[in-house]
């Protein structure tokens, strides 16, 4: 256990970093990422300099990660919770015993690959398309005949 007098947001990000950089060889990128994202959080949940960080609690992970859900994209949340995650995992290291319990507080965010896609056309779109296929191009010869569109409708 590292005895630290005082906790500021700077010197527990700084660390954190340094922790990455020569535990994980984390890229220049992530490191960048992960310092906005503690930052935030920490500001969030524990406000001015010094900080405590073991008054930190799941209520403060969960809201911070709803408020984050509300104006990014999923693929943006995702990252911030891994951030949180290796902040945890690190204060674990450093003797801070809640710090377990936070890290599997942290939700899991969910982002599907192609989920934004639509499922299909509505009809009356469907018809539509099927409307505008020329029969006398290589396109419109390659679909079903307009008589066998509309009788399945």
């Known amino acids: ?3 630290h007098p005082a906790w ?4 527990l990000v700084a660390s954190l970093i340094q922790h990455q950089k ?3 060889g984390t890229c220049a990128h992530s490191l960048r990422q992960l310092s906005r994202d503690l930052t935030d959080f920490l500001r969030f ?7 405590t960080p073991d008054q ?7 809201e911070f990660i709803t408020a984050r859900a ?11 919770a891994t951030s949180l995650r290796w902040l945890f995992r690190f204060l674990r290291l450093e003797g801070i015993p809640t710090a377990g319990a936070l890290e599997e507080a942290v939700p899991t965010v969910a982002q599907w690959r192609l989920s934004g896609l639509p499922r299909g056309l509505e009809d009356r779109d469907l018809a539509r398309l099927m409307d505008s296929l020329d029969g006398s ?5 390659w679909s079903f005949p307009k008589s066998e569109y509309q009788m399945k409708c």
Do not use: E, Q, S
């Open 1 to 3: 256990m590292t005895d």
């Open 8 to 11: 500021t947001v700077d010197l």
């Open 22 to 24: 020569r535990t994980r």
């Open 45 to 51: 949940a524990l406000g001015p300099d010094p900080i």
């Open 56 to 62: 930190l609690t799941a209520r403060h992970v969960n």
């Open 70 to 80: 509300a104006h990014f994209k999923p693929r943006t949340v995702k990252v911030t």
């Open 137 to 141: 191009t290589a396109i419109g010869l």
